[in-house]
């Protein structure tokens, strides 16, 4: 059970959290829509998969499965692919410059200070951009906020990977914050 | 020097917001609503203290010196009482209930999952409401992202506690959605009190 009393506690994860205070829902579902859906060269499908690392990084359950399963259906891949995240993508054709990219997430998830100049430069070198680094890096802070918020308020998350398959189509194709049709 | 190339003369988040305005809309309405617009309990300086409070156990300097800064012009130019809670909310002079909330707010800080219900619970019998737990905890999460931007892309943090002191007391009047004022550093500030 969740640490405050949510108006609708059959909403799961972040979803109980929004609807109990629509005041900092708004600006929460835009940055996430922004970050993830809006203008930027990296593809959906790899802001994603950066999401739901960082998510992972830190046991986020719910924000890890869900924003895996998005993942899925930007990528049209296997429903696998939420554990291959959890393994560090081994068996994923992803390209270098978003296994370096993920490095520096990795980074940011533990502290901001810890990006060196090294992890910038190996970017570059495989053609990360400056914008690039910039929305990588406010990705995984982000969700260093979104995970902490869905975990220290106590929100209980459906288990298996199937149950977020829905969820995660939404999030792909419908977005953040808005409504179908 | 950034990690990125910035070409402005601001520091810090201030920075990065005009670099990449696409982002910046977003998060400046998320900071304004947590901590500026009215709220049915806390005050405005409550929650710049507990921004604060966060910036520095995340060790961000430049958070933790601007909104200390913006603390300090909320609770009427106290800038001893941001000093006090930084150094130990436990005998700071504020309320049970923000101290209780602190502790929140801390356990937020190292993983969300560290806040327990016996932790809730104090926070509940020393008067905290649902909307100030949930808010803490929003609050504190918040900075765990801002900390990291700021921090992650290695913005200019300046030395110069006047630059926050000016900058602090512009948002404390104004909020956050206005354009940041061009920058004095103190010499300048020094020379212009000459005429």
Not at chain 1, 64 to 85: F, M, N, Q, R
Not at chain 2, 161 to 184: F, N
Request: contains cysteine; charged residues 20%; proline residues 5%.
């Amino acid at each position: 059970m969740a640490h405050i009393k949510l108006l609708n506690e059959e909403l799961p994860g972040i979803v109980g959290l929004l609807n109990y205070r629509p005041e900092t829902a708004r600006p929460l579902l835009d940055l996430a829509e922004t970050l993830l859906r809006g203008p930027g060269s990296l593809t959906s499908g790899e802001r994603e998969i950066i999401a739901a690392s960082v998510s992972y990084w830190n046991q986020c359950h719910f924000c890890h499965t869900s924003h895996a399963a998005a993942a899925v259906a930007h990528l049209k891949c296997d429903i696998g692919l939420i554990d291959e995240i959890k393994a560090g993508l081994p068996n994923t054709p992803v390209s270098d410059k978003l296994r370096a990219l993920l490095h520096i997430a990795h980074q940011v998830q533990r502290n901001g200070k810890n990006v060196t100049d090294e992890d910038v430069a190996a970017a570059r070198e495989k053609g990360a951009t400056d914008v690039e680094i910039h929305d990588t890096v406010l990705i995984a802070a982000a969700f260093c906020m979104y995970n902490r918020y869905v975990d220290g308020l106590g929100t209980w998350a459906p288990g298996p990977n199937e149950a977020y398959a829905a969820m995660g189509e939404r999030m792909a194709h419908v977005g953040y914050g808005k409504t179908n049709g | 020097m950034p990690h990125i190339k910035i070409e402005n003369e601001f520091p810090g988040i201030r920075g990065l917001f005009l670099y990449r305005p696409v982002t910046a809309a977003p998060l400046n309405a998320l900071v304004q609503t947590l901590l500026h617009n009215p709220h049915p309990t806390l005050s405005a300086g409550e929650r710049e203290l507990i921004a604060t409070y966060v910036s520095r156990l995340n060790t961000c300097k430049y958070c933790c010196n601007i909104h200390g800064a913006i603390a300090q012009h909320q609770l009427g130019n106290n800038a001893e009482i941001v000093q006090q809670v930084l150094a130990n909310p436990e005998t700071a002079p504020i309320s049970n209930t923000l101290k209780a909330l602190l502790k929140i707010a801390a356990k937020v800080q190292q993983g969300g999952k560290n806040v327990t219900a016996e932790d809730v619970a104090l926070a509940r019998a020393e008067g905290a409401t649902d909307i100030e737990i949930h808010d803490t905890v929003l609050i504190a999460a918040a900075f765990c992202m801002y900390n990291r931007y700021v921090d992650g892309l290695a913005t200019w943090q300046p030395d110069d506690e006047s630059i926050y002191d000016q900058m602090g007391e512009q948002r404390a009047r104004e909020g956050y959605l206005t354009p940041p004022a061009k920058i004095k550093p103190k010499e300048e500030l020094n020379h212009s009190t000459k005429f």
